[in-house]
């Protein structure tokens, strides 16, 4: 399916932040809640679609920083019982590993499931390979060199696992959602086309 950019009106806008931000904090309510399903939140498959898909990529940056932003303060919260709003500089990572999954979602050129699950890969291993570092760098629990963060990397494996299925759902959702309702909006609108030739 060819992709058709999509520029987005500040209420939309608005609104698709709102629904983002509700979405990834349930998500990361039932990770608080049920450990197991720790990193299942529809972030990355976010970051991806809106680098694909929103015309203006700032506003897709914007879009994932935004969420992350609003829905740490939120589980911070429920960690701590405290009101914190920027718990550590570890963060600067997962933001930065956020903006790269845009720009991998600004290289897909052309919708299918072999490439937007290319682009999960490839944002689930940056993710795995940023966001580990801070781990591997500050705690005491890995060696300094390589076999250490070899090792952190290693134990942040049932997390990526959680990050790359919840890329396939939710990224089934939103770019099968879109496609899907972007065709039947293309079907309707050359149906009435053919009512006004005729």
């Given at each position: 399916?060819?992709?058709?950019?999509?520029?987005?009106?500040?209420?939309?806008?608005?609104?698709?932040?709102?629904?983002?931000?509700?979405?990834?904090?349930?998500?990361?309510?039932?990770?608080?809640?049920?450990?197991?399903?720790?990193?299942?939140?529809?972030?990355?498959a976010l970051s991806?679609?809106?680098?694909?898909?929103?015309?203006?990529?700032?506003?897709?940056?914007?879009l994932s920083v935004?969420?992350?932003?609003?829905?740490?303060?939120?589980?911070?919260?429920?960690?701590?019982?405290?009101?914190?709003?920027?718990?550590?500089?570890?963060?600067?990572?997962?933001?930065?590993?956020?903006?790269?999954?845009?720009?991998?979602?600004?290289?897909?050129?052309?919708?299918?499931?072999?490439?937007?699950?290319?682009?999960?890969?490839?944002?689930?291993?940056?993710?795995?390979?940023?966001?580990?570092?801070?781990?591997?760098?500050?705690?005491?629990?890995?060696?300094?060199?390589?076999?250490?963060?070899?090792?952190?990397?290693?134990?942040?494996?049932?997390?990526?696992?959680?990050?790359?299925?919840?890329?396939?759902l939710f990224g089934?959702?939103?770019?099968?959602?879109?496609?899907?309702?972007?065709?039947?909006?293309?079907?309707?609108?050359?149906?009435?086309?053919?009512?006004?030739?005729?």
């Amino acid at each position: 399916m060819s992709l058709q950019k999509v520029k987005l009106n500040a209420p939309a806008y608005i609104l698709i932040i709102l629904a983002s931000i509700v979405a990834t904090g349930a998500m990361r309510l039932v990770s608080f809640y049920f450990p197991l399903f720790s990193n299942f939140s529809p972030l990355g498959a976010l970051s991806i679609f809106g680098g694909a898909y929103f015309a203006d990529k700032w506003k897709a940056g914007l879009l994932s920083v935004m969420t992350l932003f609003v829905t740490d303060i939120f589980i911070n919260y429920l960690y701590s019982a405290k009101l914190v709003l920027w718990y550590s500089n570890s963060a600067l990572w997962l933001y930065g590993s956020l903006l790269i999954m845009v720009l991998i979602g600004s290289m897909i050129k052309k919708v299918n499931v072999a490439n937007v699950a290319l682009a999960s890969l490839t944002s689930v291993a940056v993710h795995w390979l940023l966001t580990d570092i801070e781990p591997w760098l500050q705690s005491s629990y890995y060696a300094k060199g390589l076999l250490g963060y070899g090792e952190s990397l290693l134990m942040a494996i049932p997390f990526e696992r959680n990050m790359l299925l919840a890329d396939a759902l939710f990224g089934a959702i939103l770019f099968g959602g879109y496609e899907f309702i972007q065709a039947r909006a293309n079907a309707k609108r050359h149906a009435a086309e053919k009512l006004v030739v005729q």
